[in-house]
Nanobody, 121 residues
Framework: VQLQASGGGLVQAGGSLRLSCAAS????????MGWFRQAPGNEREFVAR????????YYADSVRGRFTISRDNAKNTVYLQMNSLKPEDTAVYYCAASLVGGTKNNEYDNWGQGTQVTVSS
C-alpha cells in the first residue's frame, strides 16, 4: 500500500490542524493505521493508532485528549485531528500501515513521506 500524508503547515499555539493520509494500491481496511512524528534531533515517536474498523484507538500520553485519529475506509483515508497545539508538537508527521499494529516503528511496514507541522509560540 502506498501512503500520502498531507495537511501540515504553520499554526500558532492553541490552534488546530487536520492531517490526512490517503492510501492507494490496496484497501486500507486491511491495515491498522498509525501516526508517528519526528522532531529535529529526536527519534521518530508514536502518536496514535486506529484499528481496522475504526472502533479501537490508542494515543501517546503527550497527545491524549488533544489529538483524534479517525479513518474512512470507503475513502481509503486516515485522519489526525490536532487541537490545542503546542510548540513541542512541532515535527514531521508520518502515517504508517501495519498488519500487526502497535506503537513501535518496526511494527509498521508501509510509510508515507511525512508532512511538516510547525507550531509557533
Amino acid at each position: 500500500v502506498q501512503l500520502q500524508a498531507s495537511g501540515g503547515g504553520l499554526v500558532q499555539a492553541g490552534g488546530s490542524l487536520r492531517l490526512s493520509c490517503a492510501a492507494s494500491g490496496r484497501t486500507l481496511s486491511a491495515y491498522v493505521m498509525g501516526w508517528f512524528r519526528q522532531a529535529p534531533g529526536n527519534e521518530r515517536e508514536f502518536v496514535a493508532r486506529i484499528g481496522r474498523s475504526g472502533f479501537s484507538t490508542y494515543y501517546a500520553d503527550s497527545v491524549r485528549g488533544r489529538f483524534t485519529i479517525s479513518r474512512d475506509n470507503a475513502k481509503n483515508t486516515v485522519y489526525l485531528q490536532m487541537n490545542s497545539l503546542k510548540p513541542e508538537d512541532t515535527a514531521v508527521y508520518y502515517c504508517a500501515a501495519s498488519l500487526v499494529g502497535g506503537t513501535k516503528n518496526n511494527e509498521y511496514d508501509n510509510w508515507g513521506q511525512g508532512t511538516q507541522v510547525t507550531v509557533s509560540s
